[in-house]
Structures are given as structure tokens and as C-alpha cells.
């Protein structure tokens, strides 16, 4: 591990799928879901990671669990045992090993549990499983779970129907915490509540990472979600990762021009205090058939001759703020006020 405090350390992390054509299935290209990622996570730290939809944050979720594998790269992580272990070399008893440590809060509830299984047996499933608990000493457990995440105990034999949206998000969060993890991967968790749900549930996380010391990667599309939840904060753009600072360092002084493009079009709190919206030209860059140079230059309102020719390095040009941007030092980007 580079950073003593780091709970998880992802370097160089590559997830490439192939792109099969024929009646022979050949392989004629690669998408390149995540391209050359490398990040860390303190723990007790919320790591936020931000970008649009396809941008590779999910991909690059699910493959630090190894939900999917990844195609290179290194995933260190710090156990129960204070042990850095390297994901990608574990067998399969291992990997389910380490996956009581870490787990994954999914954005659509009611998808993820089965309609047909008791609360009891979806909270429980993983202390079943990994043969934690059973009979009495699991409803006990089940129990203390579902008053840890604000659900009421009796309700046990309930089925997932019987229960609202945010009520469902927190079955999903008492069955992630079942195992005692330290560190929660939470992929879009409140993305699919309405606006007061979600600040519950984000309350919820908050004291939830306080009392229990958890570590967090909360992957969303929403900038304003983001700022409320993250200690730092990752933007990700076509599969890499172009800017990573603290949560209000990047809002207010962004260094990479898709993150001023983001932060401007983010809605503003106080509808009076107008901002100027950027408004980017042209698509989203395809990761099969990427651009030459900088992934974002035919968008980039700042974009010089090397940016079509020379892929900029994701270099640390202050302390703890690393930009994949030629121009960094030189720009003046516009941020957001931080509230
Ligand atoms: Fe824009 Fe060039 Fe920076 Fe890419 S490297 S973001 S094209 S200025």
C-alpha cells in the first residue's frame, strides 16, 4: 500500500470487453469500460466517484468486488485482519472470504430482493450462508440489524411488497451490513428515491459510517448528492478517471474542464444566483472507437494542438489534487459556490 491509511488501493485498473462479430465470434475490437484507473480509499472515508451514465463507474464498481472480473491491474484491500490483500490473486473460498468485508449496495431495491423471501431471509441470507446463524440467534440478529437501519423488528416475516421504497433501500442496507463489513461499494443506492427519501437514507449512510467506522465508494450521477456525501471526490469521463480532489476543493476550484462543464450545469440551490452553463458539443466519446490524444478534446472548449495527439497523465499537481488535463496549471476554471 502507497497510502498508510488506505483501506482499498486500485492501481492501473483495466476492465476491457470484448467485441465479438460473426458467425466464428472474432473478436474486432474492445470497449474499454475502465481504462487504466488507479485510486485509493481511506478508511472511514466516503470516496465519491461522479460522471455520466457509461462513463465506466459502475464497471469500475462491480470489478473492485470482482462482481465482474477485471482485465489488469491491482486491487489491494485491508481486511477484518488489518491484512492488505490482493483481490485480483484470491480463489473463489477466498473471494467469498473477503466478501463479508466488502459489499454492495445496489440502486434499484426492489429489483435486488426476492419477492418471495421474508425480510428475515433476505437480511439474514448472508449470515445463513456463511454459516453465522440460524434459528432464534438469527432472528436476534436480523432483528438488531433492522433497528440499526430504522426498520421495525416485528416486521420480520414481512415480504419486500409490504414495504415502501425507502423502507426497501433499507432491507438492502441492513443485508449489506449483515456479514459486518468494513467497506460498502453503494452503486447509485439512492438514485431511485424521491428527494426526501434520499436524504434519509444519506443520513442514514452518514451515522451508519460513524458508529460502525465504514468506508464507502458511493458511485452516482448526481453532483449534488455527491458534494453532500463525499469526503473526496473522482470524475470520471469515457472509462478514465480525469479528476480527483477533496470534496470542496473540487467544487470550487475544478482543474479539469469536463469537471467545470459538470459543475455547470449542476442545479443551482438559490435560483436567483445565475451561472453560465456550458454546454458541451458533441457526444460522448464511444470507448470502442475513443479519440486520438485527450478523450475529451472534440468537446473541450480549451483544447490545444497536443491535446489531439498526446494522452494527458493523471498527475498530482497540488497536494492531493491529481488532473488528467495538458492545461491544468494554466487554466481558470469557474466552480461552484460550496456551501
Ligand atoms: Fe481539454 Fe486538452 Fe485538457 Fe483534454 S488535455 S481536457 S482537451 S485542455
Same mark, same amino acid.
Given at each position: 500500500m502507497q497510502h498508510h491509511n488506505a483501506v482499498l488501493e486500485v492501481q492501473a485498473m483495466k476492465k476491457y470487453f470484448p467485441i465479438k462479430k460473426g458467425f466464428l465470434k472474432?473478436?474486432?475490437?474492445?470497449?474499454?469500460?475502465?481504462?487504466?484507473v488507479s485510486f485509493f480509499i481511506e478508511q472511514g472515508e466516503t470516496f465519491g466517484l461522479v460522471g455520466e451514465s457509461g462513463c465506466g463507474k459502475s464497471t469500475l464498481g462491480k470489478s473492485i468486488l470482482r462482481a465482474i472480473e477485471p482485465s489488469d491491474g491491482s486491487i489491494t484491500f485491508v481486511n477484518r485482519k488489518e491484512e492488505a490483500v490482493e483481490?485480483?490473486?484470491?480463489d473463489n473460498k477466498q473471494l467469498r472470504d473477503i466478501r463479508r468485508d466488502m459489499q454492495l449496495i445496489f440502486q434499484d431495491p426492489y429489483s435486488s430482493?426476492?419477492?418471495?423471501?421474508?425480510v428475515l431471509n433476505i437480511i439474514g441470507e448472508p449470515l445463513i450462508c456463511n454459516g453465522i446463524a440460524k434459528g432464534e440467534e438469527l432472528k436476534r440478529r436480523v432483528g438488531d440489524l433492522m433497528d440499526l437501519v430504522g426498520l421495525?423488528?416485528?416486521?420480520? %416475516?414481512?415480504?419486500?411488497? &409490504?414495504?415502501?421504497g425507502g423502507q426497501r433501500q433499507r432491507i438492502g442496507i441492513a443485508r449489506a451490513l449483515a456479514t459486518d463489513?468494513?467497506?460498502?461499494?453503494?452503486?447509485?443506492?439512492?438514485?431511485?428515491?424521491d428527494v426526501s427519501i434520499q436524504a434519509q437514507i444519506i443520513n442514514l449512510l452518514q451515522s451508519l459510517q460513524q458508529k460502525l467506522n465504514l468506508s464507502y465508494l458511493f458511485i452516482s450521477h448526481d453532483l449534488g448528492v455527491i458534494q453532500h456525501i463525499s469526503d473526496r471526490v473522482g470524475v470520471m469521463y469515457v472509462g478514465k478517471m480525469v479528476e480527483v480532489a477533496a470534496t470542496d476543493k473540487l467544487f470550487s476550484s475544478p482543474k479539469h474542464p469536463y469537471t467545470e462543464a459538470l459543475l455547470s450545469a449542476k442545479p443551482v440551490p438559490i435560483p436567483k444566483q445565475k451561472r453560465e452553463r456550458i454546454i458541451l458539443k458533441? %457526444?460522448?466519446?464511444?470507448? &470502442?472507437n475513443p479519440p486520438s490524444g485527450c478523450y475529451f478534446h472534440p468537446r473541450c472548449l480549451y483544447a490545444q494542438d497536443i491535446c489531439k495527439q498526446q494522452a494527458p497523465d493523471f498527475k498530482e499537481i497540488e497536494a492531493g489534487h491529481f488532473v488528467a488535463c495538458h492545461m491544468a496549471k494554466d487554466l481558470d476554471l469557474k466552480g461552484v459556490k460550496v456551501q
Open positions: 472474432r473478436t474486432i475490437g474492445q470497449v474499454k469500460a475502465v481504462d487504466d483481490v485480483r490473486d484470491l430482493l426476492n419477492p418471495r423471501m421474508t421495525n423488528r416485528k416486521h420480520l %416475516e414481512r415480504y419486500p411488497h &409490504a414495504f415502501s463489513p468494513k467497506f460498502l461499494v453503494c452503486d447509485e443506492a439512492v438514485s431511485a428515491l458533441g %457526444e460522448v466519446a464511444n470507448p &470502442a
